[in-house]
Structures are given as C-alpha cells and as structure tokens.
C-alpha cells in the first residue's frame, strides 16, 4: 500500500523563455504554484505520512531560498544572464534548461526533491508547476527508485 499527500508552495518569480521566438522571450514574471505529490508507505504513531509543517519548511524552506523573487534562466541564454548580473542586487537561478513549467517541474523533481527528503522516509513522485490558474505543467516518476541524486546545485546569483 503506498499512501500520497500533497503540500502546495505559492511563490513568485521572473522568467523568459530562451529561442521562444514570441512574447515569452521577453523578460515577464508569474504568481506560481507549485504541488508537490509525496508518497510513503507508512504512517507514524499520530497517523501522518509525513507532517505537512515539515514538507512546508523543507519545499519552501528552498523556494524561498533559491527562486522565490528570483529570475530563472535557461543557462543557454548568455545573453539574458549577461543582462541580469548588471542588476544590483540581482537574485538569479540558471537552470539546465528553459524555465518552462516543465523544465522547473522536472528540475524540482529530479534534482531538488531527493535531497530534501533524504532521510524523511517519504518520496516525492509528481511535481506540478503552475504557471497561471489556466496552466500547469507536471513531471512524475512511476517508479521512486528512479530518481537520481546529482551532486551539482545552482546556487542563487546575488549581487
Ligand atoms: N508548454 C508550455 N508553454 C508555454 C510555457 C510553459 O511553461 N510551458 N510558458 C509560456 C510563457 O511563460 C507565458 O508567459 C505564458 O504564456 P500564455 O499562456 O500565452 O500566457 P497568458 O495565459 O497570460 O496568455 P494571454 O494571451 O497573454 O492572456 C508560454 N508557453
């Protein structure tokens, strides 16, 4: 038996969208929401997979930290990085690829998740990004075990 729950992190943050060739390549910003689908298999003595304070202080704990009031760009986008670092103080976060919903998605799933919950005894499976109340991207894994820890983080450019 698996048991799911989720934990809703609300942040805002800037973005633009490298080669989209429309508006999105235009520096903009979105009011996010990102849920997060964790999973376990058991639950402990008060009957919670996981409190959801601790998923809160960990998942936004690192929002807050890394992309909340921040710009996320597409390390590909020199130009746009370049633009950026001219900004004083300026808060960046450059990802592998486009900061899409499904880049960010992925990117939390893949990359942030199993660190943050390693040792909790629970997995996150589904991280779904939402970029306005219209539309949300959605990155999950079916099988936990898939999910690989990468040593590399992108550290938030401040200056
Ligand atoms: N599959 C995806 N498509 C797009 C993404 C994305 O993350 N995944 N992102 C964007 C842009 O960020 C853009 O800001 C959002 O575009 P759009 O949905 O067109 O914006 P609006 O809902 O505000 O549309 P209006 O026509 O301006 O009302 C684009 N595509």
Known sequence: MSLNIMRRI???AGHRLHKH???CEFFHGHNYVADFHVTGDHVDDVGRVIDFAELKRLFK???DEHWDHAFLLNEADEN???AL???VPCKMY???ANPTAEGMATYLLESVCPKLLKGTGVTCVKVAIWETED???EASIDTPSRVQEQEEWSEPMVS
């Open 135 to 137: 539309s949300f991207a």
């Open 21 to 23: 060739g429309g508006k």
């Open 94 to 96: 450059i990802l592998p």
């Open 61 to 63: 704990g690192w929002i």
């Open 80 to 82: 746009g990085i370049h």
């Open 10 to 12: 609300k942040f805002c």
């Open 85 to 87: 670092k001219q900004v």
